[in-house]
């Protein structure tokens, strides 16, 4: 541009490196800005310009594209029309009359503070260090005691315009400042050069950190109370695994969740102790953490030690309570405008001596919500330390949660996929079929399980998806009854449950009646026969603990209606199979799950089973050539089309999907037309 100095480069690098600590802010939380020269194109006159992070994102991995650009004298001239306090949203609008260009990213409700304060450069984060001091019932005191006058306390207002100008005026008035704390909400620092803003950044958030290690007293959450203590961590993670579909379906009660469950030692610590209950009841207080979080979380109030059942049982009243006070504080907050309720379940359960359990839509929203309450405990623990914590009111936590711009807010984001926010669990997703339908269920949202007894190529295949939010490895020998329970309570323990089984793993050896031995005949039985039941016994009670209902889908075989030549070991063990996902559709309708199989044939390209010599022996059998197997399989079809990993894949999702709500104990053929094997 005119081969002017441009700000970027310099703001993006220090917003990643203030980003990727998390001392200095949350996920996805503050912003940063520059201010510059630039040539506007249409006069070729050279304009002042403010780069700011846009709404969304984060810090750590911020790009130019995250950045709104705003010219600057137009954002100053909104001064003159601003129409005060009361009507402060109207001036969100207003940004994009000031956008410079196409503007870039989406300006944030921040960018009135950016704008307004006379710095070139400027930083509003939200460090654990500089809430806790803003949440100490004597902030303003401790601030100026911590910060003499190089730091200005700002009493707690809702981020808007007026937030802005009382900034701009504080930095008028104050001009040796180098920035403030946010009374309830966080901190803003600014230079001259952005490496004196980060300087003044990382001073606030520093210097607020050693205060309150030096000052603060030990032991800020009380005494350890002995029966609270975390159990052995074994203990804790069956007691987890037991708890989680629980605690997913009472979290789902307005919609479907996934979990997340985390026993980090700060988490474990704080429920230990003595003042747990009264500082979890006041909730968090930053607005980035309770928009995650819910203005507070839900509390199991006993200790691990007594029986699940009771636990279990504690927990439905704990909920049904939640439910009500929810309801209670929308009904004393609302306004006619306000927009509706938006769900009643909370977003975080505590379980002492276990856990924190967190719910979202998502995995990552789910994760995330748990990383910002271990903010909030960070937060509580400096605060108590040298005062008292004191959150903001709930009133105007109510005001941000149901804010029109934050409605607006949600309603921008994405559009679930079809499968989002529920748990798949696929067998021998390592290769071939149950490689594409792991690839196909993750592809329209799901959160997928990768199970097979090969560790590596589970591994590869979840990589292959994505992060661990996506895709988790699982290595069990379907085979095996401890292995089978091991794999679903580390599925149940990475997405809080699964609702969305797919029994794929198999494998065949095509022989004659007289060649078959009894090491064939139970290989297959074991694997596809016996596996299949371990599985869906095991899931089953998952699904009937959560009460989501669910899809327990087979992927079955030709050869269980059809009587190929020389199968007797593999097509008895699929029609076995066949008739399980009868009797358990006829079984477990009841609780709202439904059972499905898919009968694919011929599938021979990206196939495990027909790379393992099954394909050279079928080959043999019918005269051709191994490599033109799939061609020969095609050509005996009324499609004459080859049947590939992914059309299985297809099957599995729509038969998983919601257009199929009412469909159960049915067989979908995949296999391009095979008449004998019609069903009936
Ligand atoms: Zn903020």
């Not at 200005?152 to 802005?164: I, T």
């Not at 030692?265 to 979890?280: M, T």
């Not at 910002?372 to 623990?381: E, K, T």
Request: net charge negative; aromatic share 6%; with cysteine.
């Amino acid at each position: 541009m005119g081969g002017l100095m441009s700000p970027v480069d310099d703001l993006i690098a220090r917003s990643r490196r203030l980003g990727a600590d998390r001392r200095n802010t949350n996920y996805a939380g503050g912003n940063t800005s520059a201010k510059g020269e630039a040539i506007d194109p249409v006069t070729g006159e050279k304009v002042r310009l403010l780069w700011v992070k846009g709404s969304g994102g984060d810090l750590g991995t911020l790009t130019e594209a995250g950045l709104a650009v705003l010219r600057l004298d137009r954002l100053q001239a909104l001064v003159d029309v601003y129409p005060g306090e009361e009507r402060e949203d109207e001036m969100v609008e207003l940004f994009d009359y000031c956008r410079h260009g196409l503007g870039g990213a989406a300006p944030s409700i921040d960018t009135a503070m950016h704008a307004l304060v006379d710095a070139e450069h400027v930083d509003h984060l939200h460090p654990d260090s500089g809430i806790a001091l803003a949440t100490a019932a004597d902030g303003e005191a401790l601030t100026r005691e911590c910060f003499g006058d190089r730091v200005v306390w700002v009493p707690w207002r809702r981020p808007g315009f007026q937030l802005g100008l009382d900034i701009a005026a504080i930095r008028r008035a104050h001009p040796q400042a180098i920035g403030v704390i946010l009374g309830g909400h966080g901190i803003t620092a600014w230079g001259d050069t952005s490496e004196e803003c980060e300087r003044h950044s990382l001073e606030i958030i520093r210097t607020a950190q050693a205060f309150l290690d030096e000052r603060g007293r030990a032991e800020p959450f009380g005494p350890v109370v002995p029966a609270l203590q975390p159990l052995p961590p074994h203990e804790r993670r069956a007691r987890a695994a037991a708890l989680a579909p629980v605690l997913r379906g009472l979290a789902s009660t307005d919609r479907p969740q996934v979990g997340h469950f985390t026993d980090a030692e700060a988490v474990l610590d704080f429920l230990a102790r003595a003042e747990h209950p009264r500082l979890a009841a006041l909730g968090t207080s930053c607005p980035d953490h309770f928009l995650r979080t819910k203005i507070r979380p839900m509390l199991l109030d006993l200790p691990p030690t007594v029986p699940l059942d009771e636990t279990v049982a504690r927990l439905k009243d704990l909920h049904a309570a939640y439910r009500e006070d929810y309801a209670a504080y929308y009904r004393r907050h609302a306004t006619p405008d306000s927009p509706p309720m938006r769900g009643a379940d909370p977003a975080i359960v505590l379980v002492p001596g276990v856990g924190m359990f967190s719910f979202g839509r998502d995995k990552q929203t789910a994760r995330v919500a748990a990383e910002f309450y271990l903010n909030a405990i960070n937060v509580m623990r400096g605060a108590e330390a040298v005062s008292r914590y004191t959150p903001i009111p709930e009133s105007e936590k109510f005001r941000i949660e149901y804010w029109a711009l934050e409605e607006a807010k949600l309603a921008r984001m994405p559009k679930p996929r079809p499968l989002t926010s529920r748990v798949a669990f696929v067998t021998g997703a390592g290769s071939g079929i149950g490689r594409a339908i792991a690839t196909r269920l993750a592809a329209e949202g799901a959160c997928v399980a990768v199970v097979d007894r090969d560790a590596d190529a589970a591994a590869k295949v979840a990589a292959e998806l994505g992060t661990t939010d996506t895709a988790i490895a699982v290595t069990a020998d379907v085979t095996d009854e401890e292995q089978v329970r091991a794999a679903l309570q580390a599925a149940t323990l990475a997405f809080g449950g699964v609702d969305l089984v797919v029994n794929n793993a198999g494998l065949s050896v095509s022989k004659p009646l007289l060649d078959t031995t009894l090491a064939d005949w139970d290989l297959q039985h074991r694997v596809m026969a016996r596996g299949s039941f371990l599985v869906a016994r095991e899931a089953a009670r998952i699904m009937i603990e959560q009460g989501m209902g669910g899809d327990i889908i087979y992927v079955v075989s030709k050869n269980a209606v059809f009587a190929g030549p020389n199968n007797v070991a593999y097509g008895a063990a699929k029609a076995d199979q066949a008739h399980q996902v009868r009797l358990l559709a006829a079984e477990l309708g009841e609780h709202g799950i439904r059972v499905n199989g898919v009968n694919p044939d011929g599938v021979v390209r990206g196939s495990g089973i027909f790379a393992s010599g099954w394909g050279a022996q079928r080959a043999a059998l019918y005269g051709v050539p191994e490599e033109r197997l799939g061609e020969y399989y095609a050509q005996r079809t009324l499609l004459k089309r080859e049947v590939l990993p992914e059309h299985v894949a297809n099957a599995v999702f729509v038969l998983a999907s919601s257009d199929l709500s009412h469909t159960t104990g049915l067989h979908v053929p995949v296999d391009a037309g095979v008449p004998a094997a019609f069903l009936r």
